[in-house]
């Protein structure tokens, strides 16, 4: 049974649901809609006032279908630019102070959303008493193409955006601002580092697979990319693109021109990531990385064969050798220079491997930290897993990640001890 719930925030009342004693306010705007002048700008301020119903699933950002399918199975949602939104799961909007936690998730900045029943915070809401809140930001060129002079970045300003957004008015909805922690997986986790690297907003994360090994991409990288991906998009500016349909954008991801100055480029980095632009994120990230790591006690882990999840990779050595170098070595080694720091640092692997082909690859763990097996049921990566296995992994995760966003310390010892999840 579900019943409908109100929320009366600073900007008007928002109508929710109620479902198995949590509530879920949907779809909630934290920016203006980035359409026509506010395409490839940074996030405005959300306008809105009055009643909203938030009682349905949003809109995600506009995408192609994910490289990672054959591991993770696909999922169907709503695209549209009008994406800047974002999810809340909270045992009631009341009065009570309970610690936050917001989700960023992954996708190589070109895929995914934060409104998708992968995400589902409702589990995690329960059995904390935390409220969770699920961001969507902007995706591959619509939230990281570089075009010198303009502002670069805008899907990490997105994703900033969101948690002033929370700090500002989670309150209401029956968090704490003060008892925030912020969690996300592969780009969602190397998002979070970056944003430590510049003016933090807070001091706990949760790093899923950050992708850190491949690091971030210089402005004279991220320029000539963008040069192409324009003249494949057939649009001579920046201001030309704004014009364009969203598919024609969608389109030049693909391009052969685009696909080969990528090839070029040498560093098997996504096509979209954060750029060095000197102004959002500074040239010589490495010592602003390492500071990063003394600006928030952390919760790091990655899985053990983390490429297997990839086309062309699988579980044999050399494509762990990789995958070590790309998450392993990387979250290894942030969660030592965070506790050098003097910071609490936790480390965990994820060894669950259900089937031979994908072993415990890339985003295996997320079914466990949100409980939600049954909305990736038809995973190729899970496979065959028992399901007293599963319930109990499950069981096993979001104890350890409960305790950490209520500031307390999973079941294990400090890094440098590392957690087998199997």
Not at 6 to 13: I, N, P, V
Not at 37 to 54: I, V, Y
Not at 77 to 84: I, K, T, V
């Amino acid at each position: 049974m579900s019943e409908r719930v109100k929320a009366a925030l600073q900007a008007g009342t928002l109508t929710g649901v109620r479902e198995g004693g949590v509530c879920r306010y949907s779809a909630i705007p934290y920016a203006q809609a980035p359409v026509g002048s506010l395409r490839f700008a940074p996030p405005r301020p959300a306008t809105w006032r009055g009643d909203r119903d938030a009682t349905r699933p949003g809109t995600v950002a506009p995408q192609l279908p994910s490289r990672l399918r054959g591991a993770m199975g696909d999922f169907s949602a709503e695209q549209s630019e009008d994406c800047l939104h974002l999810t809340v799961w909270t045992p009631a909007a009341d009065g009570m102070r309970r610690p936050v936690v917001v989700w960023l998730h992954g996708g190589a900045w070109q895929s995914g959303g934060g409104a998708l029943d992968w995400y589902d915070g409702s589990h995690l809401a329960r059995l904390g008493d935390v409220v969770v809140v699920a961001v969507n930001y902007r995706l591959a060129a619509l939230g990281w193409l570089y075009v010198p002079g303009q502002t670069a970045n805008a899907g990490l300003l997105d994703q900033e955006a969101a948690i002033d957004w929370v700090l500002d008015n989670i309150q209401d909805l029956g968090g704490d601002p003060e008892r925030l922690t912020v969690m996300g997986q592969s780009a969602g986790a190397s998002s979070i580092c970056a944003m430590l690297a510049r003016k933090p907003r807070f001091s706990r994360a949760i790093l899923q697979s950050a992708a850190l090994g491949r690091g971030f991409r210089s402005a004279q990288q991220a320029d000539k990319l963008g040069q192409a991906f324009l003249q494949a998009a057939g649009a001579g500016s920046l201001q030309a693109a704004r014009e364009l349909p969203v598919p024609a954008l969608l389109a030049a991801q693909q391009a052969p021109e685009v696909v080969e100055t990528l090839r070029a480029e040498g560093s098997s980095r996504s096509l979209f990531t954060p750029v060095l632009d000197g102004q959002v994120l500074p040239q010589d990230i490495a010592p602003a990385l390492k500071q990063a790591a003394s600006r928030a006690d952390v919760l790091v882990c990655y899985t053990r064969h983390e490429m297997a999840a990839f086309p062309g990779d699988g579980t044999d050595a050399a494509s762990q050798a990789t995958g070590d170098a790309v998450f392993g070595a990387p979250s290894r080694l942030w969660a030592e220079q965070a506790a050098a720091q003097g910071r609490d640092a936790w480390l965990a692997r994820f060894d669950v491997a259900p089937t031979e082909r994908f072993g415990a690859c890339h985003c295996i763990e997320l079914p466990f930290v949100f409980d939600t097996l049954q909305a990736f049921s038809g995973a190729p990566m899970l496979a065959g897993l028992p399901s007293a296995q599963g319930e109990q992994l499950v069981r096993q995760t979001q104890r350890a990640w409960i305790a950490f966003i209520r500031g307390a310390a999973p079941d294990w010892p400090a890094a440098p001890h590392m957690q087998i999840l199997a």
